[in-house]
Each structure stands twice: as C-alpha cells, then as structure tokens.
C-alpha cells in the first residue's frame, strides 16, 4: 500500500486540479484523499495519470541496435509513459500471431511499463492482403496500422476496414496521399524550394483524409488517423466527426512545437513523416487539440542510430525519439497558455485510454495506479546524450525546457526513478 | 578575402565579397587571354576534384582554374569508387582529410551534401552543384558575364526562363541578382515552378512574351530531364513552341539584350539552334570562359583565407 498526500491532482475527466493525494492498493487507486492526509509528502508536486502513448516504435525484433524493449522501456518511465502501444513496423512486422506473441512476451520480461503492441493491417505491411485480424486480436493486439506507409489501394483499405469493423477494431492509418508524399523529405513553400528539397504540398494530408473518411462511412469502422499535422486537413476530421463516424486523430508533440524552419541548414534530426509544418498549420493544431477536434498527443517515437542520419537530408532516416520529451515539450503548450494542465492529460492519458477501452488514463478509484508525479515547472536544458534510449535522436538537443518527471508508477510500483 | 572557409552557396556571401570575386576574376579573364596564363596563388596546394555526378564541363573549368593557379589537381569519379563500396560520404570526406588537401571541389546530386561534407574537413570547399539548391560559381560566371557585357550589375531586368524547378542555376543566380538589386523575372511552364517561389521577390509568369518584355539578359535553362518523375510538359515540341526562345520570342527583349544558357543545350527545346550561335546576342562562348576566371578568383581567395589561417587552425 502507499498512500502520496500533498499533491496537485490534474483529474483530465472534470478538468479540475485539486490539493489532495492518493491512496494505492494491490495496483490501484482506491481511495481520492483530501488535503492534509497522512502519508508521502510530494511536496505540492503534480499528480497525474500516466501517459499513454501511442504509436511507439521499438527496435526489436529486427534494429535492436536501435531500440530494445529495456531501453525504450526506461525511457518511458523517465519520460511518465506508463503505456507504450507500440508500432509494427519492424523487421519482419507484427503481422502474425505468433510473431506477436514473441513480441508481447520479450516486451513483458523486459519493459518495467506497460506494453499493448498493435498488428499489420496487412501482411508484411505490403497493402494487398490483409491479416490475420481476429487472431491478432486474441493474441492481445489492441490497433492495426501499417505504419508510415499508407495504404494506397482503396479497394484493399475497404475489405480490410470492413472486416474490422465486424470485429469493433480500431485501425490506424497514415493519412498522406503515397504519390504526391513520394520522395518528399519537406513542405512545400519558399524555404523548401530554396533548399532544393523535394517537397510535398499540405495538401497531401487532407486528399488522403477526405478518402479515409467516405471509407470509414462507407464501412462503418474505427479510424484512428496517427497524425494530424496541417489546418487543411482539420475542417475534413470536423465534418466527419460531426458526422458520427467512429474517427479520432492524434498528432506528435514534435509537430506541435517545432515548425518547417528547423530544418534550415539540412538538419536531420528534424527530418520527420510527415515533414515540419508552417508556423500557420502548427497553431491550427495547437487550437485543435485544445478545443479537443484532435483527440491525441503521442511521441512517434522514432528511434534511428547515428549513421542513418549522418547522410545527406534527402538519403538520412526520418524520425525522432521522443519518449523522455514528449512531456516536457507539451509544458511548453502550457506555459504558453494553449492547453491548461487537464487538456493537456486529456490528450496524453484519457483520450488514448478511452480510444482503447482502458481503464487507465483517469485520476479514480478502481483505476490502475498507473501514476506519474511531476514539477511543472523545473527548467532544464536538454542533453541527448542523457536520453535512456539507444538511439539519440531527438530534435531538441540542447533546448531549455520546463517540466520533469519525479516519479513513475507503474500499477501502484514505483518504476522511476530506479535505484541503480 | 572572403568571411567565410568555404564558397558554399550564394547565400551567405555579402555584395562587397560578390564584387571582390567579380573583380579578381576580371583580372584573370585578361590573364587567360594572354600567352602566360600561368601564377602561383595555389602554388604548393592540392587541389581535389570530387564529382559524385557527371559532369564535364565544370569539372574541366575547376582543373584548369586549378592548374593555372599552380595547383596539384586530382580528379575523383565518385561514382566508380567508393560509393559503389558503400562508404558514406562523410567517411569518404574524412579519408581525403587525411591526405591534406587544401581545395576541395565537390558536387553531389542531394542539395545540402556538400556543406555536411564541408563541416568535416579542414580544408576549403567549393561547392560545384549540390541537387537542386546551389551552384555558386555559375552564378558569378553568370554575374560577370552580364557586367561585362552590359557595364553594370544592378538595375537591370533579367528574365530566367525555363525549368527552374530542378535548377540549382536558377536558385543561386536568383540569389546574386536579387542581392545586387536587379528586376528579376521567372518564366516557364507553373510546372516547373518551385512552390512558393512568388514570395521571394521576383515576377512570376508562363508567357514568354510578357516575360521577355523590356528585358536586359535573357537567361535560358536546360530542361533537366534526367532529374524529372515524368509528366512536367506534355512534349518537347509543344514546350518549344511556347518557352523555346527563338528571335520571335527574343524580339520582346530590349534590342541589345543578351541571351546565356549555362549549358550544356538541348537545340530545339529551349533555344532555337541558330540563335543560340548568333555572336551578336548570344553571350554563351563568353560564360564558359568566365567560368574558368571565376573559378580561378574564389580559389585565389580561398587559398589566402587558409594561408591566413594561424599555424595549426589549417593543416
């Protein structure tokens, strides 16, 4: 049992913050104290429910010189991700139960949060046939996706949308037009053109989206769009929000606050999918995900080693790891006055966990006591080298930013900081 | 001499220091025309060419401007070596660093390859084209030929036409004559239009009348087709007979305009075969002797910015 008094409680489900402290039993939270209870001191701190996070890319099986399940594992809990739902886009990908199960059993023995893998929604994550859906979801998983790599063939998307919509699966698409996205490593404008970048048009988002949505009306299935990145795009998510389809849209904490400029001087680590946004979309987002249109806020942790983007920016990796920053650079958010402290866990615990029919995610009794305790507002400059993660890749080297983790539990266990 | 260690693009250079290379160069076109060509400003010095895409033209300007200064100058064919090994190129760019070049010519097909290299070497590097971003020294040929042919290098209205998408030319010279305050006019089909290319200061249309009007320097780009996906223009004849630059079309410039094609041309899709041979307005002989001058006066400072160099910063 442990019981943590004096804390700021940020309950995402009334959008209140409340003094007060928890009480945690047989991995859960079973009481709400008041102030003044006896117990941990966490010293006015922030008590929050920990982040889920979808969209995680982890190394294994295929670049575990990349990212292992114990690596990505303690960068979650040193970042307060107390979920990770990982990708399948590894090498082979997800997209068989048995590869699943060998999946999930590493990820148990080895990650010290909590890991929900999600399948290809097709086989080799080729979009032509689909998988195994039903068998993936017995075997535990929660999301189909094919990564990165949108589904091109609208008559394949359908069958598969279809028949997951049977079985009240949720899929995850990339929404970004795969021919006009080809080869295009930023957005199209002045800098890209002055660059000499291969670029492509914002506009690639919402052509995409628009097609996914009369899909999704057609066949009656739960969408997930992985990343939301342009204002193009959104008026296309509100009308089908509007409309009743079972749609929901996330959008990295990169994208929301880094824009097309930090790529000037051809540096990779900005090197995203999609591409950095303008100032303009980037505020649009801002906007949407505090009036709650985009429902979530992930990490696309994307971790790749030094040599894969130590390359000309058109040849390097796209990507960045953002397990340990996803929350610090949200802080940002809300030391800029865009999102109060409970929108901003509305987007990283309760969104994700309703999304995904989890208990977690809520600041209430009988909720896992997957807990994260925070001091808001602690400045700090960030150091890559620091990172828990194999790979290093984070855009935000050396950037001054608010907001550390001071502890993680993990179902009423303390998970960070480990005393090793 | 320059601010900076390295010429690698338009971008960063100051009109003084765009002046100071016109002039220099100057002084070697007369050189080159003379029966001594030779001097000793890279006496001592080694030079390496490293093109990691064809190229002949350039390629020979850099190893003659190397080699009347006094330079050692190596060729490397890029292709054929190392890459097909799978070195990458910041690996192959420490490997020369260690043999103590001083210059290093590079060209690479991905725009910003060749300030990644730079970053890992002492040397000086010239940038000869990187992907579609810059080609500096083609941007001064260019300037010098136009100054040298009109008396000045501000003020005038310079029409350039074509492909301007895929053109490294193009962005490097639209570079320099905006800096040196110059009207400057993009012609061709919106298809090879960069995005967003209207918000950088220049006029922006697809006819070439219009385009060409009152014009000063009319400059031609070859239509890259080995750069494209396919699909920019329906053909080569229809992209003639409407942005080819024949005397039709050139007789809306003014009547001493200049036409340049930094070459090599394609006769017959974007300049009429005749035209182009005119020595009454084509300056396009003139360029490529400009080029070798050009070269020879961004090497000649570069190598007094390293001779500069306190002992041990350099080598």
Known sequence: MTTLTNARLIDPESGAITLGGVRLEDGVIVEILPEGAEGIDCGGKCLAPGIIDIGVKI?????????????????????????????????????????LDFFSRRAADLAPVNVLPMAALTKGRDGAEMTEISFLRDAGAVAFTDGDRPLQNPKTLQRALTYAADLGALVMAHPQEPTLSKGACATAGPLASLMGLPAVSPMAERIQLERDMALVEMTGARYHADQITTAAALPTLERAKKAGLKV??????????????????????????????TEDDRLAVVDAVQSGLIDIICSMHTPQDEESKRLPFEEAASGAVGLETLLPACMQLVHAGHLTLPELFRAL????????????GRLAVGAPADLILFDPDKPFVLNRTKLHSKSKNTPYDLRRMEGVVLQTYVAGAQVFPLDD | MLQHRHLLGIEGLSKAEITTILDLAELYAKQNRSAQKHSTALSGMTQVNMFFEASTRTQSSFEIAGKRLGADVMNMQMSASSISKGETLIDTAMTLNAMHPDLLVVRHPHSGAVALLA???????????????????????????????????????????????HSRVARSNLLLLGKMENRVRLVGPRTLMPSGIDQL????????????????????????KERMDGGFIPSEREYYHRWGLDAAKLAHAKPDAIVMHPGPMNRGVEIDGVLADDINRSVIQEQVEMGVAVRMAAMDLLARGLRAQPEGVYV
């Open chain 1, 59 to 99: 190394g294994e099986p295929g670049e575990r010189h990349k990212e292992s399940f114990r690596t990505a594992g303690r960068s979650a809990a040193a970042g307060g991700i107390t979920t990770m739902v990982t990708r399948p886009d590894t090498t082979p990908a997800i997209d068989s139960p048995e590869l």
């Open chain 1, 248 to 277: 929901s849209a996330g959008v990295s904490a990169h994208h929301l606050t880094l824009n097309q400029f930090d790529i000037e001087g051809y540096r990779t680590f900005f090197k995203l999918k999609p591409p950095l946004r």
């Open chain 1, 349 to 360: 615990a309760l969104n994700p966990a309703k999304l995904l029919g989890l208990e977690a």
């Open chain 2, 119 to 165: 970053e890992k070497v002492n040397c000086a590097v010239l940038n000869a084209g990187d992907g579609r971003h810059e080609h500096p020294t083609q941007a001064l040929l260019d300037a010098l030929t136009i100054r040298r042919a009109k008396g000045r290098l501000h003020r005038l209205t310079i029409a350039i036409c074509g492909d301007i998408a």
């Open chain 2, 201 to 224: 200061g220049v006029e922006i249309t697809d006819d070439m009348e219009a385009g060409l009007q009152g014009a000063d320097v009319v400059m031609m780009l070859r239509l890259q």
